[in-house]
């Protein structure tokens, strides 16, 4: 038997597999699951690579308001080939990728070699990207470049002024501040992570700032505007303080959570600066949004991410990279693959 039989015999494949212990905690382990475990969805995929977010980082940790109920498999990312189509959409060997929806979140993930999902989930390789490629930009890059369009549809463009990017290192931050650059914008990275600034530079940030020059400001009324557009991945405090430092007809694309899900600010920003906060949700995004972000994506210059902003790892390293996902310590990518 070689090791892609004994990964993905007919019955069973490999996966990371997170349970719920009797006293209310959770451990996770890689071994086999049966295919039965899989919901009865069209698509069935072979995954070669998913990727680390920190969403992901929540449903293996047991948090039950991305993930209701375990024993689960996360993985909010896969790309792959099709093996069996029910619809007849898909032919056999078709390379795909399949990220948010409900993926990872309650229904069977990326972090298993097998998923079955909606044919509506599924998008065919946008040419120009592999499954490995895609998966160095996966919901991270996707949710960026979503977060990019929102921006251009409020009419903010790089002769307008700078555009801050929070949350820099992270994976939504850093290809935030990368896709911004290549499109021209003059990029602040606001980080809490300084010794990181090289690595920003490297990705295009013109200037590199601690967050906490963001943050630590009057709780008051307007500030001294500092940028036309943001794209803000960290919400709570960051947020408001985010908001009332953007210039004039400015807009502020929001996607994160990590300092908690309340906004408290103030209106003048909106009445007196005209200021705009625009929402991203890249798991619900439709069909046709889907296609112009993935293709967008694939016709970035992808030679230009340097070597170090992606690592590859296997199912066994995953939970220590996941500790690190909610500790704040990762930076760049992590793609996860089954391969290793
Ligand atoms: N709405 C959507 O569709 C969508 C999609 C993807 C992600 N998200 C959300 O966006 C956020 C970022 O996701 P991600 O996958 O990019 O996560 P990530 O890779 O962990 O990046 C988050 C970054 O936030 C900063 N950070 C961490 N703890 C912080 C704290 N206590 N105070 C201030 N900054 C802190 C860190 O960057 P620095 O050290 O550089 O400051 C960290 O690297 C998460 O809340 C995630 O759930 C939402």
Same mark, same amino acid.
């Given at each position: 038997?070689? #090791?892609?039989?004994?990964?993905?015999?007919?019955?069973?494949?490999?996966?990371?597999?997170?349970?719920? #212990?009797?006293?209310?905690?959770?451990?996770?382990?890689?071994?086999?699951?049966?295919?039965?475990?899989?919901?009865? *969805?069209?698509?069935?995929?072979?995954?070669?690579?998913?990727?680390?977010?920190?969403?992901?980082?929540?449903?293996?940790?047991?948090?039950?308001?991305?993930?209701?109920?375990?024993?689960?498999?996360?993985?909010?990312?896969?790309?792959?080939?099709?093996?069996?189509?029910?619809?007849?959409?898909?032919?056999?060997?078709?390379?795909?990728?399949?990220?948010?929806?409900?993926?990872?979140?309650?229904?069977?993930?990326?972090?298993?070699?097998?998923?079955?999902?909606?044919?509506?989930?599924?998008?065919?390789?946008?040419?120009?990207?592999?499954?490995?490629?895609?998966?160095?930009?996966?919901?991270?890059?996707?949710?960026?470049?979503?977060?990019?369009?929102?921006?251009?549809?409020?009419?903010?463009?790089?002769?307008?002024?700078?555009? $801050?990017?929070?949350?820099?290192?992270?994976?939504?931050?850093?290809?935030?501040?990368?896709?911004?650059?290549?499109?021209?914008?003059?990029?602040?990275?606001?980080?809490?992570?300084?010794?990181?600034?090289?690595?920003?530079?490297?990705?295009?940030?013109?200037?590199?700032? *601690?967050?906490?020059?963001?943050?630590?400001?009057?709780?008051?009324?307007?500030?001294?505007?500092?940028? *036309?557009?943001?794209?803000?991945?960290?919400?709570?405090?960051?947020?408001?303080?985010?908001?009332?430092?953007?210039?004039?007809?400015?807009?502020?694309?929001?996607?994160?959570?990590?300092?908690? *899900?309340?906004?408290?600010?103030?209106?003048?920003?909106?009445?007196?600066?005209?200021?705009?906060?625009?929402?991203?949700?890249?798991?619900?995004?439709?069909?046709?949004?889907?296609?112009?972000?993935?293709?967008?994506?694939?016709?970035?210059?992808?030679?230009?991410?340097?070597?170090?902003?992606?690592?590859?790892?296997?199912?066994?390293? $995953?939970?220590?990279?996941?500790?690190?996902?909610?500790?704040?310590? #990762?930076?760049?990518?992590?793609?996860?693959?089954?391969?290793?």
């Amino acid at each position: 038997m070689d #090791q892609k039989d004994f990964e993905m015999s007919k019955d069973t494949f490999r996966a990371f597999y997170v349970e719920e #212990q009797e006293d209310g905690t959770f451990r996770s382990e890689v071994k086999q699951v049966s295919v039965d475990f899989l919901p009865d *969805h069209e698509v069935l995929i072979e995954v070669d690579f998913s990727s680390l977010n920190y969403k992901d980082g929540l449903s293996a940790s047991g948090n039950k308001g991305v993930t209701k109920s375990y024993p689960h498999i996360p993985g909010i990312d896969a790309a792959g080939t099709v093996l069996e189509d029910k619809s007849g959409f898909f032919k056999e060997g078709d390379s795909v990728i399949v990220t948010g929806q409900d993926l990872g979140s309650n229904t069977s993930g990326g972090y298993g070699r097998l998923i079955r999902v909606p044919k509506d989930w599924v998008i065919s390789m946008p040419e120009g990207l592999d499954p490995a490629l895609a998966m160095r930009y996966g919901t991270a890059g996707f949710t960026a470049m979503y977060g990019v369009k929102r921006l251009q549809r409020e009419l903010i463009s790089p002769e307008n002024g700078k555009v $801050l990017v929070t949350g820099a290192t992270g994976g939504v931050g850093s290809l935030g501040v990368f896709f911004l650059s290549e499109m021209g914008y003059e990029v602040i990275a606001a980080t809490g992570k300084m010794n990181k600034a090289d690595f920003l530079k490297s990705i295009g940030a013109s200037e590199v700032i *601690h967050r906490d020059e963001v943050s630590q400001v009057d709780p008051n009324f307007l500030l001294s505007r500092k940028w *036309h557009g943001a794209i803000e991945t960290v919400g709570g405090g960051m947020l408001d303080a985010v908001i009332r430092q953007t210039d004039h007809d400015g807009a502020v694309a929001c996607c994160g959570n990590i300092l908690g *899900h309340k906004l408290e600010s103030n209106i003048y920003p909106f009445i007196l600066r005209g200021v705009s906060l625009l929402g991203i949700d890249s798991a619900i995004c439709k069909m046709p949004m889907r296609l112009q972000i993935w293709d967008a994506i694939a016709a970035m210059d992808h030679s230009k991410l340097p070597e170090n902003f992606t690592r590859t790892v296997g199912l066994e390293a $995953l939970s220590g990279e996941v500790q690190a996902i909610l500790q704040g310590k #990762q930076w760049g990518r992590v793609v996860v693959s089954h391969k290793k």
